[in-house]
Nanobody, 126 residues
Framework: VQLQASGGGSVQTGDSLRLTCEDS????????MGWFRQAPGKEREFVAG????????AYGDPVTGRFTISRDGARNTVYLQMDNLKPEDTAVYYC????????????????????WGQGTLVTVSS
């Protein structure tokens, strides 16, 4: 599994961005995927997760209703659509993969994820 996150940039409050996480490795499409973020001086936190089938999703409280996670199984790609961005969304965003069964109590647990991509920086100015 080789994850590559992209799509970050500098935007203003209220703008939208779409992050992309591609797996360039030879991994099956049965991985559950997650997005995490780390703001300057803060711990990394869970943003969103999606099951391998795309049927189940989970979101962190700060982004619920504004961010949408989706995936294209055929292309082994996961997206994070971020709308109505706020300055507090400024962070480095990471995608991660796991073949473990995920539930509402485990999506946010970083130790559950086996593979991590490099981050992509999102900066939201007021």
């Amino acid at each position: 599994v080789q994850l590559q996150a992209s799509g970050g940039g500098s935007v203003q409050t209220g703008d939208s961005l779409r992050l992309t996480c591609e797996d360039s490795g030879d991994a099956p499409t049965s991985y559950n995927m997650g997005w995490f973020r780390q703001a300057p001086g803060k711990e990394r936190e869970f943003v969103a997760g999606i099951s391998w089938s795309g049927v189940r999703t989970a979101y962190g409280d700060p982004v619920t209703g504004r961010f949408t996670i989706s995936r294209d199984g055929a292309r082994n790609t996961v997206y994070l659509q971020m709308d109505n961005l706020k300055p507090e969304d400024t962070a480095v965003y990471y995608c991660a993969a796991t073949d473990q069964i995920m539930s509402s109590s485990t999506w946010f647990r970083q130790v559950k994820y086996d593979y991590w991509g490099q981050g992509t920086l999102v900066t939201v100015s007021s």
